[in-house]
């Protein structure tokens, strides 16, 4: 499908094809710049990319993503490029399960309202308030994502803009620098536990931390994710991704797969130099779709770089890996994709298999996912990264096993129907997710948006040196398929706007 083109200079090379390597170089393509998009891997999509395994093919992480709704980026560029994207608005989006607690969670952002309202006891009087306040703010923050040229960088037409939305960001300012559980104790809602189960659960998954650790705007802005034109892809992401690799290519873009770049050097004409896995390159721009520590290692050790750029690295490493597991299910039943988050314990971390997130393929799927009658599952959870390090490798092994069994037991305790019926299982450590998605040592997810107004200090594109910038999910706006793509697009403009 994809030739390597034998061109060997260009304008911009972006490295790595995750959803931020992608939406940058189609955006510079879509510009009439000449761009090299370099993978390691033979095919795209990073975390959220699908693999193939013994005839069947597995989301490598991510199984869902926002921005499928009418004028969000997904949406627009399905639609542009006429991509083959088949999606599926399934419902519930989630069912999410814990003790004593099953909430089935809608695209309506006001079922989980509706959920909790439905329970005996609940203080229906705080709920409305504290709804009603996060709906304001994440109506305002998800307005910025939606029309992404109201982030930096940003133009006159733009400023003015966010002059005339002022009144709706004074409600943001009572919430910045708190965690999320400090606003729920302003809402006398601190105890109220099937509402903090749900949440501490919904922001490991979305911010990496739980409510007493998060950032409070990044955290009400993630509880309307399911509503935010949230869908599944038949296939799998990498479908998604595929698609708009090909619309970069079909648009004159050069797509380099199964290229690892393994070096980067300054030019004297402030160009690069690209040392990779089949030869030489250069470019005048280069953006990196790889976290700190890997663009690190590509660069010449007395090459300068901000400090803050060592200080991201540093948050990257207190964040989280995965362990998964791959299954296969056969089954006769016909259903639309199954997406579950299960929680084995409220008083326990909601990490190492106490908390799971399984998504299910959908019987249509059946001729892109394997053979007909079989189901694929991604059963994925957070490994704490520093203890994992803190272990001989031998006891690195046993401690990834004990995650497994854990996750294991809170699938089969809240999903029995399905856990009967699987006929395969391809256990993953961090090392093994590393391989599926190019992710240096397994980590995932970015940076833990953890209180603090730290995290509003690099609101815009991150430029680490002359015409070398930064892309995905350690970088602003952060986690999830939609955010890295509309960081691509910002990456894009600063690139044209300070390159020309």
């Known amino acids: 499908m994809y030739s390597e083109p034998m061109k060997q200079s260009f304008d911009i090379a972006v490295i790595g094809s995750g959803f931020g390597g992608i939406s940058t170089a189609l955006s510079l393509a879509e510009n009439g710049l000449s761009v090299a998009l370099f993978e390691t891997l033979n095919y795209p999509g990073g975390c ?11 989301d490598a992480g991510a199984t869902l993503s926002s921005g499928f709704a009418k004028n969000q980026l997904f949406a627009r560029w399905i639609s542009k490029y006429q991509l083959p994207v088949q ?14 607690l099953a909430i089935n969670i809608s695209s309506r952002p006001e079922s989980l309202l509706d959920a909790l309202c439905s329970l005996e006891g609940a203080p229906k009087t705080d709920l409305l308030r504290f709804f009603a306040h996060q709906a304001r703010v994440a109506q305002t923050l998800w307005a910025l994502i939606d029309e992404e040229t109201l982030l930096p960088p940003i133009n006159w037409n733009s400023l003015l803009k966010h002059i005339r939305r002022l009144p709706s960001y004074i409600p943001l300012f009572q919430d910045l620098g708190r965690s999320l559980h400090s606003v729920l104790e302003r809402f006398q809602l601190g105890q109220f536990s099937p509402l903090t189960t749900y949440l501490d659960a919904l922001c490991q998954i979305t911010v ?12 009400l802005a993630t509880m309307d994710y399911y509503s935010r034109g949230t869908a599944h892809i038949q296939g799998g992401m990498g479908v998604l991704a595929r698609g708009l690799c090909h619309a970069f290519s079909s648009g004159g873009g050069n797509l380099h797969f199964s290229t690892r770049v393994k070096k980067l050097e300054p030019n004297p004409n402030h160009g690069w130099s690209l040392k990779t896995s089949r030869g030489t390159f250069s470019a005048q721009v280069v953006v990196a779709n790889l976290l700190p520590g890997a663009l690190r290692s590509l660069l010449p050790q007395e090459y300068s770089i901000p400090r803050s750029f060592e200080a991201l690295q540093s948050q990257v490493q207190s964040g989280w890996g995965a362990a998964m597991l791959y299954m296969v299910a ?5 259903s639309m994709a ?7 314990n409220r008083d326990q971390p909601f990490h190492s298999g106490n908390h799971v997130f399984s998504s299910i393929s959908g019987s249509s799927e059946s001729a892109q996912r394997g053979a007909e009658g079989f189901r694929t599952l991604t059963l994925s959870t957070h490994v704490p990264m520093k203890e994992l390090f803190s272990y001989s490798p031998n006891q690195r092994s046993e401690f990834i096993s004990q ?14 129907n399905w856990a009967a019926i699987i006929q395969k299982e391809f256990p993953a450590s961090p090392r093994t997710f590393q391989r599926f998605t190019g992710r240096p040592e397994g980590f995932v997810g970015g940076i833990p948006k953890r209180v603090g107004l730290g995290q509003y200090l690099h609101l815009g594109p991150r430029k680490v040196g002359s015409n070398l910038f930064m892309v995905g999910d350690s970088t602003f706006p952060g986690q999830s398929a939609l955010a890295t793509a509309v960081g691509g697009t910002r990456v894009a403009k600063s690139v044209i706007d300070s390159w020309g």
């Not at 599926?88 to 999410?96: G, L, R, S």
């Not at 990496?208 to 955290?219: P, T």
């Not at 199954?338 to 084995?344: I, P």
């Open 48 to 58: 959220a990319s699908t693999f193939t395994k013994s005839g069947f093919s597995f």
């Open 87 to 100: 999606l599926e608005w399934i419902d519930p989006v989630v069912h999410f399960r814990a003790p004593h």
């Open 208 to 219: 990496q931390c739980n409510i007493a650790e998060a950032e409070a705007l990044f955290a």
């Open 330 to 334: 056969k089954t006769s039943k016909t």
């Open 338 to 344: 199954e997406h579950w988050q299960l929680v084995a």
């Open 403 to 416: 995650i497994q069994t854990t996750m294991r037991h809170t699938f089969n305790n809240h999903c029995p």
